[in-house]
C-alpha cells in the first residue's frame, strides 16, 4: 500500500478506535491505511500523553498528531514538450520583455502571429525559468462590493509612449484618457497629448459617446486641471470642470494624491492598454491612433473575458448596463474658461489678451471679477452676482460700453464730439459756436483736448466772460483756445463794445493808508530807532 497521510478526522477516527479496544488491524483495515502507519501514529499518540482507557484527545494534542504524517516535497521540476519548443524564441521572448517591456499575454499573442501558440501558464513558466518574471508573494487584497449598473465610472491618465509627429518629424509623448463602467468593466481610451481642462472635456465627450450615455457618479484622477488643491478630506473641484459636471448631470468623485486603491478597476485597465494596444502597435499620428483605440475597444478590450468577472464586458454592457446610464444628448461642449480679473483704472479687465469693460457703478478700479469665457461671451461676475456680458473678442480685440464709463469721463473716452458741443451750449451761445467750430475738422476727435480746455475755462473765468471772449474770437476768426484763454488774462474780451453803464464797471480802490512807512520794508539801510510818545 503506498503512503498516504491522514487528515485530521481520519487520525481522530483512529484514536477512537484505539480507545475503544480495536486492534491495530482492525484500524487498519477500516481507515484504509498500512497497519505500520497506525502503529507510528499511536505510538505518537501515547508519546503525547493520550492513554488507550483515558479522555480523548484535546485539540492540541490533535494538531500534534497531524503534523507528525507531514512530509516536506522537493522542489518541482517543470519539463513540457511545448517548452522545448519555445528555445528558439528565447532571444526574441528577451527583446520584448526586457527592452519593450512588453506584458506575458501580448508575448503570447506576438508569437501566435508567427505560428508559435503555446498556453499562458506554459509561456509563463519559459519566462520565469529564463529568470526574465520573477515571481513573489502579492499583497492582500479587499474585494469591494459591486456598483449598481451606471452608478460609477473610474477615471485615470497613463503615459502611453511616444509618436513622430508628422508635421515637426519629432516625437512627442502619448497620454491615455481611460474611462472605466466598474459594473460592466466597458472602457474607453481616448490618446491625448495635454491634460488641459479643454483636452480632458474633448475625451469624457468622446468617451460618453462611446457609451451612449454618462455615469452617476465620475471617480477621477487628482489632476491639476480637475481639482484645485490635494486636500484628501475635502477636495475641490475647479469651476471648469464643475460646470461641465453639472451640464451633464453627474457627480465628480476626486480620488486622493498617490492612492491607486482608491480607483483599483481603472487602474489594472491602464496596464491593460498600454501593453495590448500600444505596446507593439504601429500608428500614423495621433488621429490614427484615437481611431485604432475605439476600435480596441470594442473588438478586444470589449470581447475579452474579463479576469475578475469572467464575462465579457461589452455584452453585460449591452445587456444590463446601457439602459442604466445618464441621457447623452450629443451636442458639443463648449468648454469655459473661468479667470480671477481686475478692474483696471481705464475701467476695463484683460481676459484672454482681449480687453473688456466693467460697469463703473458697481465695479470701480481694484475690484475682484470672476470671467467666464466661452466661444460666443464673456460673463463678469463680482460676488456671485452677473455684472456685465460682452460679445467674444479676439485677442487684441476690445468691447466698451460707453454707460461703463463715469459721466464726467464718457465723453473724451468715447471720443464724442456732440456731447461736448452740447456741454458748451449749456454755457453760453456764443460758447457753443466757438465749439462747433473748433470740431468742425475732418478728424474732431485730435481737438478733443481743447475742446475739454475750453470747458475748464468757464470755471475758471465764469462763462459769462467765457462767451463774451468767444463772440470776439470769432468776430475775428480766431478759433484756438490757447489764444481765447489768453484774451481772458488779458481781459481783452469788452474791448471796442460800448461802455457798461457806471454801477456796472469795476472801479479801482483808493489808495490805502499803510500803518508803517515804505522804507520801514528796506533793509538795505539801517532804520533809526523811533521813540514812542506816551
Same mark, same amino acid.
Given at each position: 500500500?503506498?503512503?498516504?497521510?491522514?487528515?485530521?478526522?481520519?487520525? =481522530?477516527?483512529?484514536?477512537?478506535?484505539?480507545?475503544?479496544?480495536?486492534?491495530?488491524?482492525?484500524?487498519?483495515?477500516?481507515?484504509?491505511?498500512?497497519?505500520?502507519?497506525?502503529?507510528?501514529?499511536?505510538?505518537?499518540?501515547?508519546?503525547?500523553?493520550?492513554?488507550?482507557?483515558?479522555?480523548?484527545?484535546?485539540?492540541?494534542?490533535?494538531?500534534?498528531?497531524?503534523?507528525?504524517?507531514? =512530509?516536506?516535497?522537493?522542489?518541482?521540476?517543470? !519539463?513540457?514538450?511545448?517548452?522545448?519548443?519555445?528555445?528558439?524564441?528565447?532571444?526574441?521572448?528577451?527583446?520584448?520583455?526586457?527592452?519593450?517591456?512588453?506584458?506575458?499575454?501580448?508575448?503570447?499573442?506576438?508569437?501566435?502571429?508567427?505560428?508559435?501558440?503555446?498556453?499562458?501558464?506554459?509561456?509563463?513558466?519559459? @519566462?520565469?525559468?529564463?529568470?526574465?518574471?520573477?515571481?513573489?508573494?502579492?499583497?492582500?487584497?479587499?474585494?469591494?462590493?459591486?456598483?449598481?449598473?451606471?452608478?460609477?465610472?473610474?477615471?485615470?491618465?497613463?503615459?502611453?509612449?511616444?509618436?513622430?509627429?508628422?508635421?515637426?518629424?519629432?516625437?512627442?509623448?502619448?497620454?491615455?484618457?481611460?474611462?472605466?463602467?466598474?459594473?460592466?468593466?466597458?472602457?474607453?481610451?481616448?490618446?491625448?497629448?495635454?491634460?488641459?481642462?479643454?483636452?480632458?472635456?474633448?475625451?469624457?465627450?468622446?468617451?460618453?459617446?462611446?457609451?451612449?450615455?454618462?455615469?452617476?457618479?465620475?471617480?477621477?484622477?487628482?489632476?491639476?486641471?480637475?481639482?484645485?488643491?490635494?486636500?484628501?478630506?475635502?477636495?475641490?473641484?475647479?469651476?471648469?470642470?464643475?460646470?461641465?459636471?453639472?451640464?451633464?448631470?453627474?457627480?465628480?468623485?476626486?480620488?486622493?494624491?498617490?492612492?491607486?486603491?482608491?480607483?483599483?478597476?481603472?487602474?489594472?485597465?491602464?496596464?491593460?492598454?498600454?501593453?495590448?494596444?500600444?505596446?507593439?502597435?504601429?500608428?500614423?499620428?495621433?488621429?490614427?491612433?484615437?481611431?485604432?483605440?475605439?476600435?480596441?475597444?470594442?473588438?478586444?478590450?470589449?470581447?475579452?473575458?474579463?479576469? #475578475?468577472?469572467?464575462?465579457?464586458?461589452?455584452?453585460?454592457?449591452?445587456? *444590463? *448596463?446601457?439602459?442604466?446610464?445618464?441621457?447623452?444628448?450629443?451636442?458639443?461642449?463648449?468648454?469655459?474658461?473661468?479667470?480671477?480679473?481686475?478692474?483696471?483704472?481705464?475701467?476695463?479687465?484683460?481676459?484672454?489678451?482681449?480687453?473688456?469693460?466693467?460697469?463703473?457703478?458697481?465695479?470701480?478700479?481694484?475690484?475682484?471679477?470672476?470671467?467666464?469665457?466661452?466661444?460666443?461671451?464673456?460673463?463678469?461676475?463680482?460676488?456671485?452676482?452677473?455684472?456685465?456680458?460682452?460679445?467674444?473678442?479676439?485677442?487684441?480685440?476690445?468691447?466698451?460700453?460707453?454707460?461703463?464709463?463715469?459721466?464726467?469721463?464718457? !465723453?473724451?473716452?468715447?471720443?464724442?464730439?456732440?456731447?461736448?458741443?452740447?456741454?458748451?451750449?449749456?454755457?453760453?451761445?456764443? @460758447?457753443?459756436?466757438?465749439?462747433?467750430?473748433?470740431?468742425?475738422?475732418?478728424?474732431?476727435?485730435?481737438?478733443?483736448?481743447?475742446?475739454?480746455?475750453?470747458?475748464?475755462? $468757464?470755471?475758471?473765468? #465764469?462763462?459769462?466772460?467765457?462767451?463774451? $471772449?468767444?463772440?470776439?474770437?470769432?468776430?475775428?476768426?480766431?478759433?484756438?483756445?490757447?489764444?481765447?484763454?489768453?484774451?481772458?488774462?488779458?481781459?481783452?474780451?469788452?474791448?471796442?463794445?460800448?461802455?457798461?453803464?457806471?454801477?456796472?464797471?469795476?472801479?479801482?480802490?483808493?489808495?490805502?493808508?499803510?500803518?508803517?512807512?515804505?522804507?520801514?520794508?528796506?533793509?538795505?539801510?539801517?532804520?533809526?530807532? =523811533?521813540?514812542?510818545?506816551?
Amino acid at each position: 500500500m503506498g503512503y498516504r497521510e491522514l487528515s485530521r478526522m481520519e487520525m =481522530v477516527e483512529v484514536v477512537r478506535r484505539w480507545q475503544m479496544g480495536e486492534s491495530q488491524r482492525a484500524i487498519a483495515r477500516a481507515s484504509g491505511v498500512a497497519r505500520e502507519t497506525v502503529k507510528k501514529y499511536l505510538r505518537a499518540a501515547e508519546e503525547l500523553g493520550v492513554a488507550a482507557n483515558g479522555p480523548p484527545p484535546t485539540e492540541d494534542q490533535v494538531v500534534r498528531l497531524v503534523q507528525v504524517g507531514r =512530509v516536506v516535497s522537493a522542489p518541482r521540476t517543470w !519539463a513540457s514538450p511545448q517548452a522545448d519548443r519555445l528555445a528558439p524564441y528565447r532571444e526574441q521572448i528577451t527583446t520584448w520583455l526586457r527592452e519593450e517591456h512588453l506584458q506575458v499575454t501580448r508575448v503570447q499573442e506576438l508569437l501566435g502571429q508567427r505560428g508559435m501558440h503555446v498556453p499562458y501558464t506554459t509561456l509563463e513558466r519559459f @519566462i520565469w525559468r529564463l529568470g526574465l518574471k520573477p515571481r513573489g508573494r502579492r499583497g492582500d487584497t479587499v474585494r469591494m462590493a459591486p456598483t449598481p449598473p451606471g452608478e460609477v465610472a473610474e477615471m485615470d491618465f497613463e503615459r502611453l509612449g511616444l509618436l513622430r509627429n508628422p508635421e515637426t518629424g519629432r516625437g512627442q509623448w502619448i497620454w491615455g484618457l481611460s474611462i472605466t463602467l466598474t459594473y460592466s468593466r466597458h472602457s474607453f481610451l481616448w490618446p491625448l497629448v495635454h491634460q488641459t481642462v479643454e483636452a480632458t472635456i474633448e475625451g469624457l465627450e468622446k468617451a460618453w459617446a462611446f457609451f451612449q450615455g454618462c455615469p452617476k457618479r465620475l471617480v477621477l484622477d487628482n489632476f491639476p486641471a480637475a481639482v484645485a488643491g490635494t486636500d484628501p478630506l475635502n477636495p475641490r473641484p475647479t469651476r471648469a470642470f464643475m460646470e461641465y459636471s453639472q451640464a451633464r448631470g453627474f457627480l465628480l468623485d476626486p480620488a486622493r494624491v498617490r492612492k491607486p486603491k482608491d480607483k483599483p478597476q481603472i487602474e489594472r485597465f491602464v496596464q491593460y492598454a498600454r501593453g495590448r494596444f500600444w505596446k507593439g502597435g504601429t500608428f500614423l499620428d495621433l488621429a490614427d491612433a484615437r481611431r485604432q483605440a475605439e476600435q480596441w475597444c470594442l473588438e478586444v478590450a470589449g470581447q475579452r473575458d474579463h479576469g #475578475t468577472t469572467h464575462r465579457l464586458p461589452l455584452v453585460v454592457f449591452e445587456d *444590463e *448596463e446601457r439602459a442604466h446610464l445618464l441621457a447623452y444628448d450629443g451636442i458639443p461642449y463648449d468648454v469655459p474658461l473661468w479667470k480671477d480679473v481686475t478692474v483696471h483704472p481705464d475701467q476695463h479687465v484683460s481676459v484672454q489678451y482681449a480687453l473688456y469693460s466693467a460697469p463703473s457703478t458697481r465695479c470701480p478700479p481694484g475690484t475682484k471679477l470672476e470671467a467666464r469665457c466661452d466661444r460666443d461671451l464673456v460673463k463678469l461676475y463680482k460676488a456671485g452676482a452677473l455684472v456685465k456680458v460682452h460679445p467674444r473678442k479676439p485677442k487684441g480685440g476690445r468691447s466698451t460700453d460707453a454707460d461703463d464709463y463715469p459721466p464726467e469721463r464718457t !465723453a473724451y473716452a468715447m471720443r464724442a464730439p456732440d456731447r461736448l458741443i452740447r456741454q458748451a451750449v449749456v454755457l453760453g451761445p456764443q @460758447i457753443g459756436r466757438f465749439a462747433e467750430r473748433l470740431l468742425d475738422a475732418p478728424f474732431p476727435w485730435s481737438k478733443l483736448r481743447q475742446g475739454q480746455r475750453l470747458l475748464r475755462l $468757464a470755471e475758471r473765468y #465764469t462763462p459769462e466772460r467765457l462767451d463774451a $471772449a468767444c463772440a470776439r474770437a470769432l468776430g475775428f476768426d480766431l478759433v484756438d483756445v490757447r489764444r481765447l484763454e489768453r484774451i481772458l488774462v488779458l481781459a481783452l474780451e469788452h474791448e471796442g463794445q460800448p461802455a457798461l453803464p457806471a454801477e456796472q464797471r469795476v472801479q479801482p480802490l483808493t489808495s490805502g493808508r499803510f500803518a508803517r512807512p515804505g522804507t520801514a520794508f528796506d533793509h538795505r539801510f539801517a532804520s533809526t530807532p =523811533v521813540e514812542i510818545q506816551p
